[in-house]
């Protein structure tokens, strides 16, 4: 059994060999949820954490499963970069009696006994929350807006504008533009740029993170206009930087995602090494805050 496994490799019987394959740096959020993971999954925990970091490349996080697996260890976890192109891997897993806990991300399977649970926020919801305060302070107007999607083919990018359109359809709030950003401030900021040379006229930016919000503002101000003001910008995630923009008034809302999964997930590890059953969807709460609530929530943020 994986837990006999454990004992064998030197990390002691009660100790939970985890390997974890996390998506990349690209932002904000990342480095909270990295640090977050690091913090929580340690050998006073009760855990041996391997940690790799995937460069926003789903080969590279199919190769570090592959040699987690390899080493036999007794729990692996990962935030899945995109949503297809799994169930190879995971059936291995499945074969070598390693249990699959997803974090974050979600993965688009036919067969979810591949994984045991999937923690993570509702990503729909959050679009959806980012486009209902669109729809309540401007519905009355016509809307230009250029969306910076996140990572394509991820579940966040996929679903962020899913909810997001919902909750703008029978307005007057039109998606002008919509390119990738890869989730990243440089990406954000490039994109942006390119908007505005072919576009003179538009309202809002809705940005799928904080992180590329944050690159449109340089681009924005760059182009001598005031982000916040002659552009307004909606974006998610609540990282610190992102809340000091909405504090600054340079974005004027932001639904959170929370990135502190690790305790959820060492608790999902343990129930799963020793063979309790678990939930097979676990969604983490989110806030959203506006301007003056950001300068409120901002001497107490964590992240
Ligand atoms: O919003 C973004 C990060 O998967 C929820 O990934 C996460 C997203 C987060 O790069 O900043």
Not at 76 to 84: D, K, Q
Not at 201 to 212: G, P, Q, R
Not at 271 to 300: C, N
């Amino acid at each position: 059994s994986s837990s006999s496994e454990s004992a064998d490799n030197g990390s002691g019987s009660d100790t939970i060999a985890i390997g974890f394959s996390q998506v990349g740096a690209e932002s904000g959020w990342r480095a909270a949820n990295t640090k977050d993971i690091q913090d929580t999954l340690t050998e006073e925990n009760g855990f041996k954490l391997s940690f790799s970091d995937a460069q926003q490349k789903q080969e590279n996080q199919i190769q570090a499963l592959r040699s987690y697996i390899a080493q036999g260890v007794d729990v692996l976890a990962f935030s899945p970069v995109v949503e297809t192109g799994w169930d190879a891997v995971l059936q291995e897993a499945k074969n070598a009696n390693i249990p699959v806990i997803l974090t974050d991300r979600a993965v688009d399977t036919a067969d979810d006994s591949l994984y045991e649970s999937f923690i993570g926020s509702d990503f729909v919801e959050e679009g959806q929350r980012a486009g209902q305060w669109v729809a309540d302070n401007f519905k009355d107007e016509e809307l230009k807006v250029v969306e910076l999607q996140g990572t394509t083919g991820s579940a966040p990018a996929i679903d962020r504008k899913e909810g997001f359109e919902k909750a703008i359809a029978g307005t007057d709030i039109k998606v002008v533009d919509s390119q990738t950003g890869d989730f990243t401030r440089a990406g954000g900021k490039q994109v942006m740029e390119g908007f505005l040379n072919s576009h003179d006229d538009i309202d809002l930016v809705f940005a799928h993170n904080d992180d590329m919000g944050l690159g449109a503002i340089e681009a924005i101000e760059a182009a001598g206009k005031k982000p916040g003001e002659d552009i307004k910008i909606v974006t998610i995630d609540a990282v610190k930087d992102g809340m000091q923009a909405l504090a600054d008034g340079k974005i004027n809302y932001i639904v959170e995602c929370n990135p502190l999964l690790g305790a959820d997930l060492a608790e999902v590890a343990k129930k799963v090494v020793a063979g309790e059953s678990v939930e097979k969807r676990i969604v983490v709460e989110d806030a959203a805050f506006t301007q003056e609530e950001a300068e409120k929530a901002l001497p107490d943020r964590k992240y």
